[in-house]
């Protein structure tokens, strides 16, 4: 099946630092792309709808300007946390969508932890 | 606004026993409704889809619209089931609309 990529699978950083997330389907082409977060013991969350060459969509409640991201190529997405807060750790997942039949392909997932 | 409503935290059973994991949600439309599967450690993973009807591992699902419910079903649990299911809904904008969870436990 499909595969999807995350790197790095878990980051620590500095408080008022930026951390880039990538996230890659290696064996397909996926025009849109989803990040997810996850918090502990809870669902997952839709943070935003990335698509190939144009603005990604942002779920209500998510800042933009601080959840940067960039889907340059059909295989390539970017999530930049920008100056990260503590409040920021958490799960961060991706999926990529096929067509027919459609479908999500989930990334491991990255670990972000801001102290 | 459409929502998933997994009402159980965890669920633990005997293996061999029957299993059912509830989903209901809510959604004006024509849903379309998943189960995902992640196991310790695992990344997310499709088990199936209503449209489908298809029988993944042992487990089914009937979508019941008149019920609005898509519950997970398995006969006879196995241990190598143990693992957190998630119900899923497409809306049609393509991003899934996720339930809460469900842990399942399978005691051998």
């Known amino acids: 099946g499909a595969v999807v990529s995350q790197h790095p699978s878990r980051v620590i950083c500095k408080s008022g630092t930026s951390v880039k997330i990538e996230c890659r389907s290696l064996d397909f082409q996926a025009t849109t792309m989803f990040w997810y977060r996850q918090f502990p013991k809870q669902s997952l969350m839709l943070m935003a709808t990335s698509n190939e060459g144009s603005k990604a969509t942002y779920e209500q409640g998510v800042e933009k300007d601080k959840f940067l991201i960039n889907h340059a190529s059909l295989t390539l997405s970017t999530l930049t946390v920008t100056s990260a807060h503590p409040e920021d750790s958490s799960f961060y997942i991706c999926?990529?969508?096929?067509?027919?039949?459609?479908?999500?392909?989930f990334g491991p997932g990255t670990r972000l932890t801001v102290t | 606004a459409q929502r998933v409503t997994q009402p159980e935290k965890l669920l633990s059973v005997f293996k061999g026993a029957p299993v059912e994991l509830k989903c209901n949600y809510s959604y004006s439309g024509s849903p379309e409704l998943f189960w995902y599967v992640q196991y310790s450690r695992q990344r997310l993973q499709l088990l199936l889809r209503?449209?489908s009807r298809e029988s993944i591992k042992g487990f089914t699902a009937d979508l019941n619209k008149g019920e609005t419910s898509f519950h997970l079903k398995k006969p006879f649990a196995q241990e190598e089931d143990s693992a957190m299911y998630y119900c899923?809904?497409?809306?049609?904008?393509?991003?899934?609309?996720f339930g809460s969870g469900t842990r399942l436990q399978v005691q051998p």
């Open positions: 209503h449209i």
């Open positions: 899923a809904l497409n809306t049609g904008r393509r991003a899934l609309t």
């Open positions: 999926s990529a969508e096929t067509g027919d039949p459609y479908e999500q392909y």
